[in-house]
């Protein structure tokens, strides 16, 4: 973004307010954005553990609560925010959030801010807010839960002014000023026109979470006389500001102000300054920031010591592995894919007015799509748009499959009057438009946006990502069956696309997870060097199998049969439990059980498909397991007799709390489960596998004893038909 490094005394204060308070790329700490993405590493944590990383920064507290804002912006109370807000948008959305702020945190910005002048704004929000909280417990305060967010957010003010005009503060920092005394509210009111504390309060009002918050922010820096006939917060915070502005004894004059506040005694501040360092303390050193008070900073000894370092190889992994798209593809819900993207565009861009328009290819138009949240609608649902009207963006833009805005686009003649009309009905000074196409290239519809041209030039720094996720929401559309209607604009269900691409999405997840455990299992090999070779080996084969199923899913047909091999099924038994063994988190405590036939021989078949049904039945037994158990593989001769040939048995079964007995007829069907976000595939492709390799599959469940599975193929020989 072109940043214009002026004051705002020459410009409209109402409207620099709402542009900058209500910036989205303002960076987090890199410590808190890798914790917070680490939490992830493991599988879905819960939404206490990711809310209990967020508070740590100012920046991720407020982006949080203002994305939770837009969700539901009318809450019932403060208590708990962020634990709140972190539950009411969701784990995936928290995901989504740290991985654009570890974008973020990526790109190059004009500024003057370095690591440890932003690990000392990071320590003196954390220091005023411990400082907070004590205070409020130490006086009764019936919220001490918010008093540590006020004294977190309290200079936050100050940081979105720093990274806004940072010219003005160049100097103050080659002085050896720190970033919380390098400009004072006097000089602020001179260079911008208000001060960082009236500029954090209006941020903060945006977010109707924190109202009584934001008045204790806009009043901190107030003499302390005047603040006496405040509400309790407003108190609380201004001592706790004066108490956290210096790491060192407080000074006389803070003391007295705390004996007029609160008529607290030296012994009692100084036990309140201590237990809020130690508690400092003891979280830099879980961050891995173990500097104390008056020490140096340690000196980097390489590259894995260096947050930025880590936090960029971490970001590379992230996109290259998840992307933005993750939950899209995993959900088959028309109006749940468009919300998903809203919420998304809003995080990457901070832009609030979004909309959707869907392609009808019988009229040719673009048809307004209704979210049916309960936001106010305003007859968009009605709106059509021919898709070949001149100098109309949506239209262009869905033509060319280009993004087009209004500043930067401008029509050749006048713009088309429907612009103008979209506009005001979005209610914004310009509106941008990104097409939707789907990999095939079919038109799908165009996100349409009511922006500024601050806005609009973010958005170009953000575009690719955008138009990425664009394209993802168009593909998740086609991917959930979907096709343009005939007659009303909206999407239909075509359901052999819908299972055909559910099917061979849910084929790939395995291999992919099978490639991430090697891969982890690699990394902790590192300082060993040995086994390296076995480990590629098993990555190889993975990715060569993703290769043939993605090669499946673009020619539109079934998952290719592969080579057969000669497969020993008790080395395959073996080597399946300690693949799934070894990558259990620590504290699921499951036992494996191998009771395997030395009479069995190794057999003729088609080692992909095997694979994939004894995995998918471990893993099916290890999540019925989710306090711990046991997990029991056995392996057995069938003799031959007078009716059947002989036979191999392969058994896998679990002491878990069994299945419900109304699933048990319908277990090999698609869309069968009992997991919550699972599809119900796994089964029913098991099924379909084990009849292509002239094999079977059935099962065996007992409330409470547990389930058993069992394959069967012939011992001689298993061939697909």
Same mark, same amino acid.
């Given at each position: 973004?072109?940043?214009?490094?002026? !004051?705002?005394?020459?410009?409209?204060?109402?409207?620099?307010? @709402?542009?900058?308070?209500?910036?989205?790329?303002?960076?987090?700490?890199?410590?808190?954005?890798?914790?917070?993405?680490?939490?992830?590493?493991?599988?879905?944590?819960?939404? !206490?553990?990711? /809310?209990?990383?967020?508070?740590?920064? $100012?920046?991720?507290?407020?982006?949080?609560?203002?994305?939770?804002?837009?969700?539901?912006?009318?809450?019932?109370?403060?208590?708990?925010?962020?634990?709140?807000?972190?539950?009411?948008?969701?784990?995936?959305?928290?995901?989504?959030? /740290?991985?654009?702020?570890?974008?973020? @945190?990526?790109?190059?910005?004009?500024?003057?801010?370095?690591?440890?002048?932003?690990?000392?704004?990071?320590?003196?929000?954390?220091?005023?807010?411990?400082?907070?909280?004590?205070?409020?417990?130490?006086?009764?305060?019936?919220?001490?839960?918010?008093?540590?967010? +006020?004294?977190?957010?309290?200079?936050?003010?100050?940081?979105?002014?720093? &990274?806004?005009?940072?010219?003005?503060?160049?100097?103050?920092?080659?002085?050896?000023?720190?970033?919380?005394?390098?400009?004072?509210?006097?000089?602020?009111?001179?260079?911008?026109?208000?001060?960082?504390?009236?500029?954090?309060?209006?941020?903060?009002?945006?977010?109707?979470?924190?109202? $009584?918050?934001?008045?204790?922010?806009?009043?901190?820096?107030?003499?302390?006389?005047?603040?006496?006939?405040?509400?309790?917060?407003?108190?609380?915070?201004?001592?706790?500001?004066?108490?956290?502005?210096?790491?060192?004894?407080?000074?006389?004059?803070?003391?007295?102000? =705390?004996?007029?506040?609160? @008529?607290?005694?030296?012994?009692?501040?100084?036990? #309140?300054?201590?237990?809020?360092?130690?508690?400092?303390?003891?979280?830099?050193?879980?961050?891995?920031?173990?500097?104390?008070?008056?020490?140096?900073?340690?000196?980097?000894?390489?590259?894995?010591?260096?947050?930025?370092?880590?936090?960029?190889?971490?970001?590379?992994?992230?996109?290259?592995?998840?992307?933005?798209?993750?939950?899209?593809?995993?959900?088959?819900?028309?109006?749940?894919?468009?919300?998903?993207?809203?919420?998304?565009?809003?995080?990457?861009?901070?832009?609030?007015?979004?909309?959707?328009?869907?392609?009808?290819?019988?009229?040719? =138009?673009?048809?307004?799509?209704?979210?049916?949240?309960?936001? +106010?609608?305003?007859?968009?649902?009605?709106?059509?748009?021919?898709?070949?009207?001149?100098?109309?963006?949506?239209? /262009?833009?869905?033509?060319?499959?280009?993004?087009?805005?209004?500043?930067?686009?401008?029509?050749?003649?006048?713009? @088309?009057?429907?612009?103008?009309?979209?506009?005001?009905?979005?209610? %914004?000074?310009?509106?941008?438009?990104?097409?939707?196409?789907?990999?095939?290239?079919?038109?799908?519809?165009?996100?349409?946006?009511?922006?500024?041209?601050?806005?609009?030039?973010?958005?170009?720094?953000?575009?690719?990502?955008?138009?990425?996720? %664009?394209?993802?929401?168009?593909?998740?559309?086609?991917?959930?069956?979907?096709?343009?209607?005939?007659?009303?604009?909206?999407?239909?269900?075509?359901?052999?696309?819908?299972?055909?691409?559910?099917?061979?999405?849910?084929?790939?997840?395995?291999?992919?997870?099978?490639?991430?455990?090697?891969?982890?299992?690699?990394?902790?090999? %590192?300082?060993?060097?040995?086994?390296?070779?076995?480990?590629?080996?098993?990555?190889?084969?993975?990715?060569?199998?993703?290769?043939?199923?993605?090669?499946?899913?673009? !020619? !539109?047909?079934?998952?290719?049969?592969?080579?057969?091999?000669?497969?020993?099924?008790?080395?395959?038994?073996?080597?399946?439990?300690?693949?799934?063994?070894?990558?259990?988190?620590?504290?699921?405590?499951?036992?494996?059980? *191998?009771?395997?036939?030395?009479?069995?021989?190794?057999?003729?078949?088609?080692?992909?498909?095997?694979?994939?049904?004894?995995?998918?039945?471990?893993?099916?037994?290890?999540?019925?397991?989710?306090?711990?158990?046991?997990?029991?593989?056995?392996?057995?001769?069938?003799?031959?007799?007078?009716?059947?040939?002989?036979?191999?048995?392969?058994?896998?079964?679990?002491?878990?709390?069994? *299945?419900?007995?109304?699933?048990?007829?319908?277990?090999?069907?698609?869309?069968?489960?009992?997991?919550?976000?699972?599809?119900?595939?796994?089964?029913? #492709? +098991?099924?379909? *596998?084990?009849?292509? *390799?002239?094999?079977?599959?059935?099962?065996?469940?007992?409330?409470?004893?547990?389930?058993?599975? &069992?394959?069967?193929?012939?011992?001689?020989?298993?061939?697909? $038909?």
């Amino acid at each position: 973004m072109n940043r214009v490094d002026t !004051g705002f005394t020459a410009m409209n204060r109402k409207n620099a307010l @709402a542009q900058l308070a209500l910036q989205q790329d303002i960076p987090a700490n890199a410590h808190v954005i890798l914790r917070l993405l680490g939490c992830f590493d493991n599988g879905v944590p819960d939404n !206490g553990k990711l /809310a209990g990383v967020i508070i740590r920064d $100012p920046v991720l507290s407020w982006k949080i609560l203002r994305l939770a804002s837009l969700c539901n912006p009318a809450p019932d109370d403060t208590r708990g925010c962020v634990h709140q807000a972190a539950a009411l948008i969701g784990s995936e959305m928290v995901y989504q959030l /740290a991985a654009r702020e570890s974008l973020n @945190a990526m790109l190059p910005r004009r500024t003057v801010v370095g690591d440890d002048q932003a690990d000392d704004f990071w320590r003196h929000s954390l220091r005023c807010a411990f400082i907070s909280e004590l205070i409020a417990s130490e006086v009764g305060f019936h919220e001490p839960a918010d008093a540590y967010l +006020a004294g977190l957010l309290h200079e936050i003010g100050k940081w979105i002014l720093l &990274f806004h005009f940072p010219g003005h503060y160049q100097a103050a920092f080659k002085a050896g000023r720190s970033i919380r005394s390098a400009l004072s509210c006097e000089e602020e009111m001179q260079r911008f026109g208000i001060d960082h504390a009236a500029l954090g309060a209006r941020l903060l009002e945006h977010v109707p979470l924190l109202l $009584p918050i934001a008045d204790a922010v806009r009043f901190h820096h107030f003499p302390t006389h005047r603040i006496m006939s405040a509400f309790p917060l407003v108190k609380i915070t201004h001592i706790a500001g004066r108490l956290g502005t210096n790491e060192n004894a407080p000074s006389a004059e803070t003391l007295a102000a =705390v004996q007029t506040v609160f @008529a607290f005694d030296e012994a009692l501040v100084d036990e #309140i300054v201590t237990a809020a360092t130690v508690r400092l303390e003891d979280l830099m050193q879980s961050f891995g920031v173990p500097q104390t008070r008056g020490e140096a900073p340690r000196p980097v000894s390489g590259p894995a010591d260096d947050i930025r370092w880590r936090l960029n190889t971490k970001t590379q992994h992230l996109f290259l592995g998840s992307g933005l798209g993750r939950s899209l593809l995993q959900t088959f819900d028309q109006r749940e894919i468009l919300r998903l993207t809203r919420q998304h565009v809003q995080m990457l861009c901070g832009i609030d007015a979004i909309r959707f328009f869907l392609y009808d290819q019988s009229k040719d =138009v673009l048809t307004g799509y209704d979210l049916g949240d309960g936001r +106010a609608d305003g007859g968009w649902r009605h709106l059509e748009i021919p898709v070949d009207l001149a100098d109309c963006l949506p239209a /262009a833009a869905l033509r060319t499959g280009k993004p087009l805005d209004s500043f930067s686009d401008p029509p050749s003649s006048q713009p @088309a009057v429907i612009d103008e009309q979209l506009i005001r009905r979005i209610g %914004a000074e310009g509106m941008a438009c990104i097409p939707m196409r789907a990999v095939c290239e079919k038109k799908i519809g165009c996100i349409l946006m009511g922006i500024d041209r601050q806005q609009a030039a973010m958005l170009k720094k953000r575009l690719p990502l955008v138009q990425s996720l %664009a394209g993802l929401t168009a593909d998740a559309l086609v991917h959930a069956g979907s096709e343009p209607s005939s007659s009303t604009g909206r999407l239909e269900p075509v359901a052999d696309i819908q299972l055909h691409i559910r099917k061979a999405v849910h084929e790939i997840n395995t291999p992919l997870s099978i490639v991430k455990n090697y891969l982890r299992a690699l990394e902790n090999k %590192a300082a060993e060097h040995d086994g390296f070779q076995r480990d590629i080996r098993a990555i190889d084969a993975e990715i060569n199998r993703i290769g043939r199923l993605l090669q499946a899913l673009a !020619g !539109g047909n079934d998952p290719p049969r592969g080579p057969e091999d000669r497969i020993d099924p008790n080395a395959l038994l073996s080597h399946l439990a300690e693949l799934v063994r070894k990558n259990l988190p620590p504290d699921k405590d499951i036992q494996f059980h *191998l009771a395997l036939d030395s009479t069995l021989t190794a057999m003729k078949t088609r080692g992909d498909p095997l694979k994939q049904v004894i995995l998918n039945l471990i893993n099916n037994a290890v999540e019925a397991l989710p306090t711990g158990g046991n997990v029991y593989l056995k392996s057995r001769l069938i003799p031959r007799n007078a009716h059947e040939t002989e036979k191999m048995q392969i058994i896998v079964q679990d002491d878990g709390p069994g *299945l419900p007995a109304t699933m048990k007829d319908r277990l090999f069907k698609p869309s069968v489960t009992t997991k919550k976000g699972h599809q119900g595939l796994g089964l029913s #492709i +098991a099924s379909e *596998l084990m009849k292509q *390799l002239n094999g079977t599959i059935s099962c065996e469940s007992r409330k409470d004893a547990g389930t058993w599975f &069992f394959i069967e193929l012939p011992a001689g020989r298993a061939s697909w $038909p």
